[in-house]
C-alpha cells in the first residue's frame, strides 16, 4: 500500500530539484556570457586603440606609441595584457613580463576568441583580430584575467544554491499542506461511510473535490440500488405471506382433524388449500430463476439477457409452443443494472406468456430513451381495466395462475428509474402491449 501524499510530496521534490538544478545552470550560464560578452567589447576597443599606436619607421619595424595605451598594460601581472605580431616581429605588453601568449597569426580580416591560461596560472579570455596597416599584416591579441569573473561566479552559485534549498524546503511544507488539506475530505467521507454502516446516514453527501465527486455518486448508487431492492425483497416476502396465510391456517386446522381420511369434503378442500400454497412458492422461485446470477451491477446485455429469459419461458410454458419475435441490436448494452431489467422483463414476459396464444414480440428501441415494447396475441385488456393492472394485486382473469403482483412489480422498478410504463393493445399482433420508456443511460437514485 502506497501514501498519496508521499507520492506527491516525492514527485514535486524531484520536479522541483530538477528545475532548481536547470536554472543553478541557466543563471550560471547566463551570467558568464553576459560577463564575457562585455570583457569581449573592452578588449574589442583596447585591439582598435593599439592598432591605432601602431606605426611603421622606414626600416619597416612596427613602433607603438605606449603614451596613447593605458597604464595598467605596463603594470606587471596587472591581468590585462597584449601581444602584436606583424611579419618576424612580436610586441609584448611590460603587464606580461617574461609570460607569453601562444598566439598565432590569423589571416587578414579575421577574428576570434580564445580561452588559455595566462602568467601565474590565471584563466584569461584572449580576443585575436587581424589587419592590414600600411600594407602590413598585423595580428593583435588582448587578454584580460578572468579569475575575479569566476570568483564572482563561484560566489553567486553558492549563494543561489543556498536560497534555492531554503525555497525548495518551503515550497514542500506549502506542498504538504497543500496535500493535507486537499485529502482532509477524504478522511470526512470514511467517517461517514462508518456512519452509514452504523445506519446513521443514508447517503454520503460530504463536500469533495471534483475528481471524487463521481466515486462519491457511484458509492450512492449502490447504496440506493441496495436499498430498492431489500425492499423490493420485502414487498416480495409480505406478498408470498399474504399469499400463504390463508392455505396455512385452512391447514393448520384440518390436520388435526381425526376424521380427514373418512371426509371426502375435508380431503379435497386440504388439496385444494395445498396445490394453492404450492402455486405460490411456484411463482416465488420462477423469478428467482429469471433473475438469474450475475453481478449485483452488472450492464444489461439487451440481445444476450433476452433470449435466456426466453429459453427459460420456452421451458415453463412449453405447452404452449412459444413463438418470440426479438427485434433487438446485438450491441444493445443498457446501463441500468442487470439485476433489475431481468426482473423488470422476466414479469412482463411472463405475463405475456401467460395470456398469449402463442405469438409475442419482444423490441427494444436506443434512440433518446431508451423504449421497449413487449407484445402478444392473446385477448388483451378493456380500456377501463388498462390503469388498474399496475395495482398490486389485481387480476383481470381468476381462472388464471398467479397473484397479480407481477405488473406492480414492474411498475416499482420503472418508478426508480424514473421511467414510465403504459398498457395498451397491440397494433402488431391485437393483443395486450406494454410499453416501457427508460432515460437513456439512467440509474436509478
Known amino acids: ?78 591581468g590585462h595584457y597584449f601581444k602584436v605580431l606583424t611579419g618576424e ?26 580561452h588559455l591560461i595566462g602568467p601565474e596560472q590565471k584563466p584569461l579570455l584572449v580576443y585575436v583580430s587581424s589587419y592590414l596597416k600600411q600594407n602590413h599584416p598585423v595580428t593583435i591579441a588582448v587578454a584580460e584575467d578572468l579569475s575575479h569573473i569566476e570568483l564572482a561566479l563561484t560566489d553567486f552559485q553558492w549563494k543561489f544554491s543556498l536560497s534555492a534549498i531554503l525555497v ?136 444476450k439477457e433476452v433470449s435466456s429469459l426466453i429459453d427459460v419461458l420456452k421451458a415453463m410454458y412449453r405447452e404452449k409452443n412459444l413463438d418470440f419475435v426479438i427485434n433487438i441490436p446485438e450491441d444493445a448494452v443498457l446501463s441500468n443494472d442487470r439485476e433489475d431489467m431481468l426482473e423488470l422483463l422476466g414479469n412482463i414476459m411472463e405475463n405475456a406468456c401467460k395470456w398469449t396464444q402463442q ?24 380500456e377501463n381495466d388498462l390503469n388498474r393492472l399496475s395495482e398490486r394485486g389485481t387480476r383481470l382473469d381468476e381462472t388464471t395462475e398467479g397473484h397479480g403482483i407481477g405488473l406492480a412489480i414492474a411498475k416499482d422498478i420503472i418508478e426508480q428509474y424514473h421511467g414510465k410504463l403504459k398498457f395498451g393493445r397491440s397494433e402488431k399482433l391485437g393483443g395486450f402491449c406494454v410499453s416501457i420508456t427508460l432515460p437513456e443511460n439512467h440509474s436509478s437514485t
Open 1 to 78: 500500500m502506497y501514501s498519496l501524499q508521499t507520492r506527491l510530496g516525492s514527485g514535486l521534490f524531484i520536479s522541483l530539484t530538477v528545475a532548481f538544478l536547470l536554472l543553478w545552470l541557466a543563471t550560471s550560464a547566463t551570467i558568464r556570457y553576459l560577463a564575457e560578452n562585455y570583457i569581449h567589447s573592452r578588449l574589442q576597443h583596447d585591439s582598435e586603440t593599439i592598432l591605432g599606436s601602431l606605426d611603421f619607421n622606414r626600416q619597416n619595424l612596427a613602433i607603438i606609441d605606449k603614451s596613447k595605451l593605458n597604464i595598467i598594460f605596463q603594470r606587471p601581472f596587472s
Open 168 to 303: 525548495l524546503l518551503l515550497l514542500i511544507l506549502i506542498q504538504v499542506y497543500i496535500v493535507r488539506d486537499s485529502i482532509r475530505p477524504l478522511n470526512k467521507i470514511r467517517e461517514d461511510l462508518r456512519a452509514l454502516e452504523r445506519g446513521e446516514l443514508q447517503s454520503l453527501d460530504s463536500p469533495v473535490p471534483s475528481e471524487i465527486s463521481p466515486l462519491i455518486k457511484e458509492i450512492n448508487r449502490l447504496i440506493n440500488i441496495t436499498n430498492q431492492r431489500l425492499q423490493r425483497s420485502r414487498n416480495s416476502l409480505g406478498d408470498l405471506a399474504h399469499a400463504l396465510k390463508k392455505p396455512l391456517t385452512v391447514l393448520s386446522q384440518l390436520s388435526h382433524d381425526a376424521a380427514i381420511q373418512q371426509r371426502p369434503d375435508i380431503k379435497r378442500t386440504l388439496d385444494t388449500q395445498t396445490r394453492t400454497m404450492h402455486q405460490s412458492m411456484e411463482r416465488v422461485l420462477k423469478r428467482a430463476r429469471l433473475a438469474g446470477e450475475g453481478p449485483a451491477v452488472n450492464y444489461f446485455s439487451a440481445h
Open 359 to 382: 405469438k409475442i414480440a419482444i423490441t427494444v428501441q436506443l434512440n433518446k430513451d431508451i423504449l421497449i415494447l413487449i407484445e402478444d396475441d392473446g385477448a388483451g385488456a378493456d
Open 89 to 114: 616581429q612580436q610586441i609584448r605588453s611590460r603587464s606580461l613580463w617574461d609570460q607569453d601568449l601562444a598566439i598565432e597569426t590569423l589571416p587578414s580580416g579575421k577574428k576570434t576568441n580564445l
